[in-house]
């Protein structure tokens, strides 16, 4: 197993939209939850999404509504729509898969007021 891979990251202002893309080489990826993490200057890192094998999912107070996580397992990859974006959301985002065992580099999302 590899570490996941991200993309997608940009800067944008806000009101904008990003789409991440996560791509896990792991042949159980479809049996594994799997989740995203962000983490701001000076923070720690904190749990913005995840989603079970079974599409579960369930995200942070602070995204709720305005962020999407989803999964395609035919292509190994792990998705973040994220809409209605804030300056507070700025962060290098990285992905988790499987949950919580292996995270990416982390891609950084800034966005501008």
């Known amino acids: 197993q590899v570490q996941p891979v991200e993309s997608g990251g940009g800067l944008v202002q806000a009101g904008g939209s990003l789409r991440l893309s996560c791509v896990a080489s792991?042949?159980?990826?479809?049996?594994?939850?799997m989740g995203w993490y962000r983490q701001a200057p000076g923070k720690q890192r904190e749990l913005v999404a995840s989603i079970t094998p079974g599409d579960i999912t369930n995200y942070a107070d602070s995204v709720r509504g305005r962020f999407t996580i989803s999964r395609d397992n035919a292509k190994n990859t792990m998705y973040l729509q994220m809409n209605t974006l804030k300056p507070e959301d700025t962060a290098v985002y990285y992905c988790s898969v499987p949950f919580g065992q292996r995270w990416g580099q982390g891609t950084q999302v800034t966005v501008s007021s």
């Open positions: 792991v042949s159980i990826f479809r049996f594994v939850a």
